[in-house]
């Protein structure tokens, strides 16, 4: 058995969610005169690759450390949308059935495509990362709970879709874009799809029903994409954690593992050695291109 990393490096470039603490790094004692290196670290727990927990939004819910492995290690559907979803856009469970068997009971990890703008690709856009995503309705939400899926997770800065969140008051730029968009392609306005009953929903409403989710997902996820694979998630066991930086892992067969590293050689690679495809950045640009014709 070999293991895919699913994480994206931290480190003081790494940007946390908007307003959120970013990790700060100093050295308090080297090597000369104490004889080791030792730092202290002062950071957010949404930050890189992180899961949220339920008392994030729900206060009588779990903490990180109530969380078990058997919950947060499990069979997973793997899709990918960035075909079919660009900025601000709404996708629904019927594209994700119509491109992977979601199973009741299962992870979910949904690859829109947006982690090729997150801060370690050649192709970082920050803003575009946290504030112009696609994100979900309720539709998927309730077909979520119908799933009962054990937790959720993607590639980009939030599980809600931005303008679903506080970030439609903080960004007025794009969310006049999005504003746009919206108006445009569903005929109607952000606050008339998003409204106040749906605030944050992927958080409120799912949190109290055990439906948790990890935000920033990317690695090597561009390797197994439209398939069904098992999947690990381990936070810190933080009691009290409300949330937790943690590292993301596919499970793979070695001889599958082989088969897959070989294909990671005949793709593009960060400087921090993971695979990505520019060919879902060609189809999310070539999405947002079509709607200005």
């Known amino acids: 058995m070999k293991l895919l990393d699913l994480t994206i490096p931290l480190g003081i470039g790494t940007p946390a969610w908007p307003t959120y603490e970013p990790l700060q790094v100093k050295y308090f004692k080297r090597l000369a005169p104490n004889g080791a290196n030792g730092q202290l670290l002062t950071h957010s727990n949404h930050l890189g690759t992180h899961l949220d927990g339920e008392i994030h939004f729900y206060t009588p819910g779990k903490d990180i450390a109530e969380l078990e492995l058997d919950f947060l290690v499990h069979e997973a559907a793997v899709v990918d949308l960035s075909d079919v979803t ?44 946290m504030v112009q995503h696609p994100g979900p309705d309720r539709e998927f939400v309730e077909w979520a709970k119908a799933k009962k899926l054990r937790w959720i997770g993607v590639d980009c800065g939030s599980a809600d879709h931005p303008m679903n969140t506080i970030i439609r008051d903080w960004m007025p730029r794009q969310t006049k874009d999005a504003q746009a968009h919206f108006q445009q392609k569903y005929g109607q306005k952000i606050e008339e799809v998003f409204t106040d009953d749906k605030y944050q929903m992927m958080h409120i409403e799912m949190f109290p029903e055990h439906i948790i989710h990890a935000e920033c997902l990317g690695g090597d996820l561009d390797l197994i994409l439209n398939r069904r694979i098992e999947i690990g998630f381990f936070p810190w066991r933080f009691v009290d954690g409300e949330s937790s930086i943690g590292r993301c892992v596919a499970f793979v067969e070695d001889d599958e593992y082989e088969e897959l590293m070989a294909q990671k050689a005949e793709m593009p690679q960060t400087k921090f050695g993971d695979a990505y495809n520019p060919e879902h950045v060609k189809q999310l640009n070539a999405q947002v291109a079509a709607r200005n014709l």
């Open 86 to 129: 660009a900025d601000y856009d709404i996708y629904s469970s019927k594209m994700i059935e119509e491109r992977v068997e979601v199973k009741e009971g299962d992870i979910l990890i949904i690859h829109t495509g947006f982690h090729h703008f997150g801060w370690d690709m050649p192709t970082a856009d920050e803003i575009r990362y």
